[in-house]
C-alpha cells in the first residue's frame, strides 16, 4: 500500500463528508452518500493505475457489516430504553418530584437549581433520553427560577447541564450504542459508568453551594417554610414522589449490575415498568401511548439511519486503508500511551463543537479500537472517557443540542448570549471530571471487577 496516495485519499474524504455537513444536508445521508462515491472513486482512480487500495467488494462488504450489526443482540435494548423514558416523560413522575424537591429546599440559597440538578440524575437514570429530560427541565423549572430572580447564565446553565446526565448516567443509550465498535457488553459499560456520572452531578451539585453561597443574589431562596407540620408534610411528599421512580430504576439497573437478567431484558421491565407506572398515576390512555410510541420510532430511525450511514462509511474508509492511515498516524506520536489518550481526548472534544454525539461515537470509536488494543489501553477506562468527553458535544456551540432544545421551550427574554455564557462552567466542570476519571482509572475499573464476586 502507497501510505501517501492513501493518506491523501483519506483526507479529501473526511474533508468531503465535513464540507457536505456544513450543508445542512441530513447526516444519515451524507455518511453513507461520500461512502459509496468514494468506494467508485477508489476503484476508478485503481484502474487508471494510481496506488489507492480500493475495489468495489467493499460495497458488499456494507452490506455484510451492516445486516450483523442491525441483527446484533446487543442493540435490543436501545427502542426499549428509548420507549421507557419517553413513557415516564407522559407520566408526570418528574414534575410532582421536582415540586417536592424544591419545597424540600425552599429555604436554601440556590434550593432550586439544587433541585432540578437532584432531578437531572433521577431522570437520567430513569429516561436516558436529553431532549426528553432538557425540555421537561425547561418547561417546568426555568420559568419558576426566573420568576424567583436566578441570574439568567445560572438557570440557563443548571438546566441544560443537569438534563445532559442522562448521556452518561445508566441506562445511557450511549453506552448501548458504543458497546458495538468498543467490543464491550452493555452491563459492563453501565457499571463502569455508574460511578463517573455521579462524579460529575457531585461536581454540579458543589459549584452551585459554592456559587449560591458566594453570590447569593444569583441564586435567592425560594420562600419561608411556615411551620414544622408543612416542613413534615413536604418530606412526605418527597418520599411519595422519589418512590417510583426508585423503584423502576433498581428494577432495571439492578437486576443487571447483579445480574440478574441481560440489559435486553432489564430494557423490557423498564418498557413494561414506565407503562404500569403512567396507567397507575392515571396518565396512561390512547393518546398518551401513541404518542409515546410515536417519538420512541423517530428518536430510534434517527439513531439507526445515521447507524447505517455511520456503517457505511467506515467500512469504505476501512477498505481505502484509512484505518491503517488513522492507527498509523497516531501511534507515530511522540508520546507515550498516557499522551496518545490525551491527544485522543482533545480530538474527541474538538470535534463536539461540530459532530453530534452518535457521529463521533459510530466513526472514530471503531478506527481508534484498534490503537487502544495495539498499545494495551484499558478500553473500558477509555471508553468511558470518551463518554464523558462527548457529554460536552450536548453543551458546546454551535451543534448543542441541548442549548436547541432549551432555546425551544425557554420563556422570553432568554437569548443565545445567555445560554453560551451560562454553560461556560458546567462544561468546565465536565472538564474537571474528565480529569479526575483520567487520574483516577478506579472510578471505571473497580465496580466491574466487583460487581459479581
Given at each position: 500500500m502507497d501510505l501517501d496516495w492513501n493518506l491523501l485519499f483519506v483526507a479529501l474524504m473526511f474533508a468531503t463528508f465535513v464540507g457536505l455537513l456544513l450543508t445542512g444536508y441530513p447526516v444519515a445521508f451524507v455518511l453513507a452518500g461520500v461512502?459509496?462515491?468514494?468506494?467508485?472513486?477508489?476503484?476508478?482512480?485503481?484502474?487508471?493505475?494510481?496506488?489507492?487500495?480500493?475495489?468495489?467488494?467493499?460495497?458488499?462488504?456494507?452490506?455484510?457489516?451492516?445486516?450483523?450489526?442491525?441483527?446484533?443482540?446487543?442493540?435490543?435494548?436501545?427502542?426499549?430504553?428509548?420507549?421507557?423514558?419517553?413513557?415516564?416523560?407522559?407520566?408526570?413522575?418528574?414534575?410532582?418530584?421536582?415540586?417536592?424537591?424544591?419545597?424540600?429546599?425552599?429555604?436554601?440559597?440556590?434550593g432550586m437549581a439544587l433541585g432540578v440538578t437532584l432531578l437531572g440524575v433521577v431522570l437520567a437514570a430513569s429516561t436516558g433520553i436529553i431532549g426528553a429530560s432538557v425540555a421537561l427541565l425547561g418547561t417546568l423549572a426555568l420559568p419558576a427560577?426566573?420568576?424567583?430572580?436566578?441570574?439568567?447564565?445560572?438557570?440557563?446553565?443548571?438546566?441544560?447541564?443537569?438534563?445532559?446526565?442522562?448521556?452518561?448516567?445508566?441506562?445511557?443509550?450511549?453506552?448501548?450504542?458504543?458497546?458495538?465498535?468498543?467490543?464491550?457488553?452493555?452491563?459492563?459499560?453501565?457499571?463502569?459508568?455508574?460511578?463517573?456520572?455521579?462524579?460529575?452531578?457531585?461536581?454540579?451539585?458543589?459549584?452551585?453551594?459554592?456559587?449560591?453561597?458566594?453570590?447569593?443574589?444569583?441564586?435567592?431562596?425560594?420562600?419561608?417554610a411556615e411551620a414544622g407540620e408543612q416542613e413534615q408534610g413536604a418530606a412526605w411528599a418527597l418520599v411519595r414522589a422519589l418512590l417510583p421512580p426508585l423503584g423502576l430504576i433498581l428494577a432495571v439497573l439492578g437486576s443487571i449490575f447483579f445480574?440478574?437478567?441481560?440489559?435486553?431484558?432489564?430494557?423490557?421491565?423498564?418498557?413494561?415498568?414506565?407503562?404500569?407506572?403512567?396507567?397507575?398515576?392515571?396518565?396512561?390512555?390512547?393518546?398518551?401511548?401513541?404518542?409515546?410510541?410515536?417519538?420512541?420510532?423517530?428518536?430510534?430511525?434517527?439513531?439507526?439511519?445515521?447507524?447505517?450511514?455511520?456503517?457505511?462509511?467506515?467500512?469504505?474508509?476501512?477498505?481505502?486503508?484509512?484505518?491503517?492511515?488513522?492507527?498509523?498516524?497516531?501511534?507515530?506520536?511522540?508520546?507515550?500511551?498516557?499522551?496518545?489518550?490525551?491527544?485522543?481526548?482533545?480530538?474527541?472534544?474538538?470535534?463536539?463543537?461540530?459532530?453530534?454525539?452518535?457521529?463521533?461515537?459510530?466513526?472514530?470509536?471503531?478506527?481508534?479500537?484498534?490503537?487502544?488494543?495495539?498499545?494495551?489501553?484499558?478500553?473500558?477506562?477509555?471508553?468511558?472517557?470518551?463518554?464523558?468527553?462527548?457529554?460536552?458535544?450536548?453543551?458546546?456551540?454551535?451543534?448543542?443540542?441541548?442549548?436547541?432544545?432549551?432555546?425551544?421551550?425557554?420563556?422570553?427574554?432568554?437569548?443565545?448570549?445567555?445560554?453560551?455564557?451560562?454553560?461556560?462552567?458546567?462544561?468546565?466542570?465536565?472538564?474537571?471530571?474528565?480529569?479526575?476519571?483520567?487520574?483516577?482509572?478506579?472510578?471505571?475499573?473497580?465496580?466491574?471487577?466487583?460487581?459479581?464476586?
Amino acid at each position: 500500500m502507497d501510505l501517501d496516495w492513501n493518506l491523501l485519499f483519506v483526507a479529501l474524504m473526511f474533508a468531503t463528508f465535513v464540507g457536505l455537513l456544513l450543508t445542512g444536508y441530513p447526516v444519515a445521508f451524507v455518511l453513507a452518500g461520500v461512502g459509496v462515491v468514494f468506494a467508485v472513486a477508489g476503484e476508478v482512480l485503481n484502474a487508471y493505475g494510481l496506488p489507492v487500495d480500493a475495489d468495489l467488494t467493499t460495497l458488499s462488504l456494507v452490506v455484510d457489516r451492516i445486516y450483523g450489526t442491525m441483527s446484533s443482540y446487543g442493540l435490543v435494548p436501545l427502542p426499549l430504553f428509548i420507549f421507557m423514558g419517553h413513557m415516564l416523560d407522559q407520566s408526570g413522575v418528574a414534575a410532582d418530584l421536582l415540586e417536592s424537591l424544591q419545597t424540600m429546599l425552599a429555604r436554601v440559597a440556590g434550593g432550586m437549581a439544587l433541585g432540578v440538578t437532584l432531578l437531572g440524575v433521577v431522570l437520567a437514570a430513569s429516561t436516558g433520553i436529553i431532549g426528553a429530560s432538557v425540555a421537561l427541565l425547561g418547561t417546568l423549572a426555568l420559568p419558576a427560577m426566573l420568576a424567583n430572580g436566578y441570574q439568567k447564565e445560572l438557570a440557563v446553565g443548571t438546566v441544560a447541564a443537569s438534563g445532559c446526565l442522562g448521556i452518561l448516567i445508566p441506562p445511557s443509550i450511549m453506552l448501548v450504542l458504543m458497546s458495538e465498535p468498543m467490543q464491550l457488553s452493555v452491563g459492563d459499560l453501565f457499571l463502569g459508568a455508574l460511578f463517573p456520572g455521579l462524579v460529575l452531578a457531585g461536581l454540579y451539585l458543589g459549584y452551585l453551594v459554592v456559587i449560591c453561597l458566594a453570590r447569593p443574589q444569583f441564586a435567592p431562596p425560594a420562600r419561608r417554610a411556615e411551620a414544622g407540620e408543612q416542613e413534615q408534610g413536604a418530606a412526605w411528599a418527597l418520599v411519595r414522589a422519589l418512590l417510583p421512580p426508585l423503584g423502576l430504576i433498581l428494577a432495571v439497573l439492578g437486576s443487571i449490575f447483579f445480574g440478574i437478567v441481560s440489559p435486553s431484558e432489564a430494557a423490557g421491565v423498564g418498557a413494561i415498568g414506565a407503562t404500569l407506572l403512567a396507567l397507575a398515576r392515571g396518565r396512561l390512555d390512547r393518546a398518551t401511548l401513541t404518542e409515546a410510541s410515536r417519538a420512541t420510532a423517530r428518536t430510534t430511525s434517527f439513531i439507526f439511519a445515521i447507524f447505517l450511514g455511520a456503517t457505511c462509511f467506515s467500512v469504505v474508509l476501512r477498505g481505502l486503508g484509512g484505518d491503517e492511515v488513522i492507527e498509523a498516524g497516531i501511534t507515530a506520536l511522540p508520546f507515550g500511551p498516557t499522551g496518545i489518550v490525551v491527544c485522543l481526548m482533545a480530538l474527541v472534544f474538538a470535534l463536539g463543537f461540530f459532530l453530534d454525539w452518535i457521529e463521533i461515537t459510530l466513526i472514530v470509536l471503531p478506527l481508534v479500537e484498534p490503537v487502544t488494543a495495539t498499545l494495551g489501553i484499558d478500553k473500558l477506562w477509555f471508553t468511558v472517557l470518551v463518554a464523558v468527553c462527548l457529554q460536552t458535544s450536548f453543551l458546546t456551540p454551535p451543534v448543542g443540542f441541548a442549548l436547541f432544545y432549551l432555546r425551544g421551550v425557554a420563556p422570553p427574554g432568554i437569548e443565545l448570549g445567555h445560554l453560551y455564557r451560562g454553560i461556560v462552567p458546567f462544561v468546565g466542570l465536565q472538564l474537571v471530571g474528565l480529569l479526575l476519571i483520567f487520574l483516577f482509572p478506579a472510578l471505571v475499573t473497580w465496580l466491574p471487577a466487583t460487581a459479581f464476586d
